[in-house]
C-alpha cells in the first residue's frame, strides 16, 4: 500500500486493527447502548454547548467527502437505541490536519481534514473510522469516563463500569457499596 509520507504507519496499523477488532464483534453488543441512568446528562450538555464552536472550525461532508457521508449515513441506519436516546446525528469535517477523528456525546462526528481526504472514496476506510467514531456516542463513553473520574475524586467510591456492550452493569458512585 503506497501511503503519503505524512501519514504514520503506526496510524494505519491501529486503523487496520480496528476493522478487525470490528469485524470480529457481535453486530447486537456493538450497537446496543448502555442504560444509563437520567440523572448522567452531563455528557449531552456539554456537547449542545460546545457544537456552536465545533460548528464554526468543520465544514459539511460533502463534494469530495460525500463518500463519508453515504457511508455514515448507512451505519446510524443501522442503530437501534432506545427511544429516550436521541443523538442528532451529523457529520462534520475539521479544519485541523492531524490525522484524526472523535465525536461528540450528542452525535456528532468530527473528521479531520487530512484524515478524511485520506480516507477519500474508500467506503471501507471511512466505515472503520465513522464506526468507531459512532460507538462512542452509542456506549456514552463520555458518561463513563465522567462516572470514572467522580469515582476517584476524594471520597469517591469505586465505580464498577463494566462493559455495556456485554453486561449492561453501571454503578452509580453515590451509591456503590
Same mark, same amino acid.
Given at each position: 500500500?503506497?501511503?503519503? *509520507?505524512? =501519514? @504514520?504507519? $503506526?496510524?494505519?496499523?491501529?486503523?487496520?486493527?480496528?476493522?478487525?477488532?470490528?469485524?470480529?464483534?457481535?453486530?447486537?453488543?456493538?450497537? +446496543?447502548? @448502555?442504560? =444509563?441512568?437520567?440523572?448522567?446528562?452531563?455528557?449531552?450538555?456539554?456537547?449542545? $454547548?460546545?457544537?456552536?464552536?465545533?460548528?464554526?472550525?468543520?465544514?459539511?461532508?460533502?463534494?469530495?467527502?460525500?463518500?463519508?457521508?453515504?457511508? !455514515?449515513?448507512?451505519?446510524?441506519?443501522?442503530?437501534?437505541? @432506545?427511544?429516550?436516546?436521541?443523538?442528532?446525528?451529523?457529520?462534520?469535517?475539521?479544519?485541523?490536519?492531524?490525522?484524526?477523528? !472523535?465525536?461528540?456525546?450528542?452525535?456528532?462526528?468530527?473528521?479531520?481534514?487530512?484524515?478524511?481526504?485520506?480516507?477519500?472514496?474508500?467506503?471501507?476506510?471511512?466505515?472503520?473510522?465513522? +464506526?468507531?467514531?459512532?460507538?462512542?456516542?452509542?456506549?456514552?463513553?463520555?458518561? $463513563?469516563?465522567?462516572?470514572?473520574?467522580? +469515582?476517584?475524586?476524594?471520597?469517591?467510591?469505586?465505580? *464498577?463500569?463494566?462493559? @455495556?456492550?456485554?453486561?449492561?452493569?453501571?454503578?452509580?458512585?453515590?451509591?456503590? +457499596?
Amino acid at each position: 500500500m503506497n501511503l503519503p *509520507s505524512h =501519514i @504514520p504507519a $503506526r496510524f494505519v496499523l491501529a486503523l487496520l486493527l480496528l476493522c478487525g477488532l470490528c469485524t470480529t464483534s457481535s453486530t447486537s453488543q456493538l450497537l +446496543s447502548a @448502555p442504560d =444509563i441512568p437520567d440523572k448522567f446528562t452531563w455528557d449531552v450538555e456539554s456537547a449542545s $454547548r460546545l457544537r456552536p464552536l465545533l460548528y464554526r472550525q468543520s465544514f459539511e461532508a460533502s463534494g469530495r467527502f460525500s463518500t463519508g457521508q453515504h457511508v !455514515f449515513e448507512a451505519l446510524i441506519a443501522q442503530i437501534h437505541l @432506545p427511544a429516550h436516546v436521541k443523538p442528532i446525528w451529523v457529520l462534520r469535517i475539521g479544519n485541523e490536519t492531524q490525522l484524526n477523528a !472523535f465525536s461528540s456525546p450528542d452525535g456528532a462526528i468530527f473528521v479531520d481534514r487530512d484524515l478524511a481526504q485520506w480516507a477519500g472514496s474508500n467506503a471501507g476506510l471511512w466505515a472503520a473510522i465513522l +464506526s468507531h467514531e459512532i460507538a462512542h456516542v452509542v456506549r456514552r463513553d463520555w458518561a $463513563r469516563g465522567d462516572l470514572y473520574e467522580k +469515582s476517584l475524586e476524594p471520597g469517591g467510591t469505586m465505580v *464498577s463500569l463494566g462493559d @455495556p456492550g456485554l453486561s449492561g452493569t453501571w454503578t452509580d458512585a453515590d451509591k456503590a +457499596s
